[in-house]
């Protein structure tokens, strides 16, 4: 059984920073790729990061490209995903996943329940 819990959310000002952190519970996360997705209100939950199991291989979709890095610690079993000039449309629910580094949230088994980021403008 694989859990993943996110921490890290808030309430932040339109340029500000956050990091997200994604712990995984009860198996070893280093031979998993891990992703970050993001859900607003109405709309469907949509890629923002994906990194593979060593950390070598990065994916970003391209509105986050050069503002937000993943990054993983397999020896602490986490996963990051440092946030830096947030802007209002970065509002969201962010899940943690784990098992893929596709962008379809399908390709990926396992899943966090969340963590809420609302950049005010």
């Known amino acids: 059984q694989v859990r993943l819990v996110e921490s890290g959310g808030g309430l932040v000002q339109a340029g500000g920073s956050l990091r997200l952190s994604c712990a995984v519970l009860?198996?070893?996360?280093?031979?998993?790729?891990m992703g970050w997705f993001r859900q607003a209100p109405g709309k469907e939950r949509e890629f923002v990061a994906a990194?593979?199991?060593?950390?070598?291989?990065?994916y970003y979709r391209d509105s986050v490209k050069g503002r937000f890095t993943i990054s993983r610690d397999n020896a602490k079993s986490t996963v990051y995903l440092q946030m830096n000039t947030l802007k209002p449309e970065d509002t969201a629910l962010y899940y943690c996943a784990a098992g893929s580094v596709e962008t379809t949230p399908s390709q990926y088994p396992y899943w966090g329940q969340g963590t809420q980021v609302t950049v005010s403008s």
């Open positions: 990194i593979n199991w060593n950390g070598v291989i990065t």
């Open positions: 009860g198996r070893t996360v280093s031979t998993y790729g």
